[in-house]
């Protein structure tokens, strides 16, 4: 999420900053901008889109003045693509200029706090407030400053700071944000990660959480926030770029497969207060909800099996009606909508045309729209009602995978907001689910620890020529998501069926070997499916079940056995899904096929 660079040295810094900009460009793109400091004065530049426009803008950065400064690629979460967002903010004062990565969580308190002494913001963005606190909280000692304005942050961050008072000093800090310090001859420079740096420098300090770090030309000073000079390693590394885009992973899939944990952490950020669940911006109130009768969930694809985790789970908390249909089938078949159903709009890109379409029929029917989206300012966000952004980060493999994952951790936010707001569930219980939540980044990494027994498990379906996957209730709503990531990706033929439907005809094509997935994570059900995977096992079926860590149930049933930490039951779509992501990438992988873009698919499908 968001790229940021910062330079100081013997030559122009504009140059260099666009170059690492666009090599941090795949970290987010919808605008772009660069602070430089030249005598005492700040200049900035910002375009909305590419590094490409910030490039002709100021003819590769020649046009730009001055030999330190600070640069930056935005993936928006706070506010739409545009200008005045676009980083670097400034303070009122023009002294300080602020590139930040991550999010500040309390940034609409101290923004108030702000505002009501007369500071004016010239941005929607959460970061416009360090700028400002810099200014505030400035005692002549840069150290200082920057320390106590740290204190007053809560969530991620990782800052370049220029100060006009410092000519030639380059500031950064960290928490939580990745931050890189790249030691050079005559220049340091900063960066989200070695990509940015590769050309000048091999050597590298990484900056850890709650460190100040104050470059000049010809030197690197790192301090922890009560101004103790630290001792710091420097690591020289090998690398190649586009593995380091990649974070070392072979494809994007894989790198955004291990971003769960983070990309959910992420989407459940600053939303989880005192045991309830807490949207900023949120115009739906209690009062509307309680006219609701009910919800309409609509969407394509991946997020449209993520919607169906939404339906299972949002009636089984607020007792409220839902439906949930395809977004082109929606609009054609004149659906029954009024002012009294709630509609949600689930889109990874928000471009989608047909959810785009289904959300204005919708609207024009007198419905709210609620919409779970990734993509800040994209056209499902503009039009809605509310929005609910998923703050999963850029997803560029074109098969979803942290983008389903927070579309379905967005949903259990928001069946909690609908219990709370509506009594139907005691506090109790909604604090318990909400304490699952926030440990299901922790499960996650559990079961990404079992790559390599799940790559190893995939090669059994390397020959396969169809194969079917099973579960009943939210374990057939992730069976959906599975057999599709493993069609789209390694084009095997593969079908979901809920379990017990399988008899009512699919059951004819099991035969000999036939890969049969059971997912059995819903331990309600479990003696209702391990009936139905009899049934496809006595027909010779290869049956690989997926459950809960100790359930020996299906161990006899079954060929092979994939396991997951068990979690609340209503949340196992967000663990369940993990092993099937691996094995499909594994799948494909051994065929040979090209994961990340794969035949046909596009990322966003702007098309009916
Ligand atoms: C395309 C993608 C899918 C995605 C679907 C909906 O088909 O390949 O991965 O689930 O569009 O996209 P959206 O951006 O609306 O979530």
Not at 133 to 159: D, R
């Amino acid at each position: 999420m968001c790229g940021i660079v910062g330079f100081t040295g013997n030559n122009k810094a504009a140059p260099f900053l666009l170059e690492g900009l666009k090599k941090l460009e795949y970290r987010g793109y919808d605008s772009a901008g660069i602070a430089v400091l030249s005598g005492d004065k700040i200049k900035t530049e910002k375009t909305v889109g590419r590094i490409k426009s910030l490039m002709e803008k100021t003819d590769n950065g020649k046009t730009v003045d001055g030999n330190i400064g600070i640069g930056h690629t935005r993936w928006a979460t706070h506010g739409a693509p545009t200008t005045e967002n676009a980083h670097p903010h400034l303070s009122g004062n023009l002294k300080f200029a602020v590139v930040h990565n991550g999010i500040i969580e309390n940034y609409s308190a101290l923004r108030q706090k702000l505002i009501d002494e007369g500071v004016a913001f010239n941005s929607q963005t959460d970061t416009e407030v360090v700028p400002h606190l810099l200014q505030k909280y400035y005692n002549g000692n840069i150290t200082e400053t920057v320390s106590k304005v740290m204190g007053l942050l809560e969530g991620s961050f990782a800052l370049g700071i220029v100060c006009s008072d410092y000519p030639d000093t380059l500031i950064a800090a960290k928490r939580f944000s990745p931050l890189i310090i790249g030691v050079g001859e005559k220049s340091n420079i900063i960066a989200s990660d070695v990509t940015a740096i590769a050309a000048v420098t091999k050597d590298i300090i990484y900056l850890e959480d709650d460190e100040i770090a104050l470059l000049t030309p010809s030197e690197v000073k790192v301090l922890d926030t009560n101004g103790k000079t630290l001792n710091k390693e420097i690591t020289t590394i090998s690398w190649d770029v586009s593995a380091a885009e990649k974070g070392g992973f072979k494809h994007y899939m894989m790198k955004e497969i291990f971003e769960q944990p983070k990309a959910i952490k992420q989407a459940l950020s600053g939303r989880i207060k005192n045991g309830e669940v807490y949207f900023e911006n949120f115009s739906l109130t209690k009062e509307k909800l309680k006219n609701i009768n009910r919800i309409v969930i609509v969407a394509c694809g991946s997020a449209y099996h993520a919607g169906i985790v939404g339906k299972y789970v949002i009636e089984e908390m607020t007792r409220i009606p839902c439906e949930i249909d395809l977004a082109s089938e929606f609009r054609y078949r004149k659906p029954i909508i009024d002012e009294k159903v709630l509609t949600v709009l689930i889109s990874q890109s928000g471009e989608t045309a047909d959810t785009l379409a289904a959300l204005k029929e919708a609207k024009s029917l007198g419905s709210h729209i609620v919409s779970i989206v990734n993509v800040v300012g994209s056209s499902i966000a503009k039009a809605s009602d509310d929005v609910l952004y998923t703050w999963a980060g850029p997803e560029i493999a074109v098969a979803t995978t942290k983008g389903y994952s927070t579309q379905v951790a967005v949903l259990y936010l928001f069946s909690a907001f609908i219990a709370k707001a509506l009594n139907t569930l005691d506090d109790k219980t909604i604090t318990d689910f909400l304490n699952d939540v926030k440990e299901l980044p922790e499960k996650i990494e559990e079961i990404l620890k079992e790559k390599d027994a799940i790559k190893e498990l995939a090669k059994h379906s390397v020959n396969d020529s169809s194969l079917f996957f099973i579960g009943r209730n939210i374990d057939y709503a992730v069976s959906l998501e599975a057999s599709l990531k493993l069609k789209e990706i390694s084009y095997i033929h593969s079908e979901s069926y809920a379990a017990g439907e399988l008899k009512h005809g699919t059951i004819s094509l099991i035969e000999e070997g036939r890969t049969v997935i059971a997912l059995a994570c819903c331990e309600t059900l479990k003696d209702k499916l391990l009936s139905n995977i009899k049934e496809v096992a006595a027909r010779g079926a290869f049956v690989i079940t997926c459950a809960n860590e100790g359930n020996t149930d299906f161990i006899k049933e079954s060929n092979e056995m994939i396991y997951v930490p068990k979690v609340n039951e209503l949340l196992i779509a967000s663990t369940e899904v993990i092993p099937f992501q691996i094995y499909s990438y594994y799948v494909a992988y051994y065929k040979g096929c090209d994961i990340d873009k794969p035949r046909n698919l596009a990322k966003s499908v702007t098309v009916e």
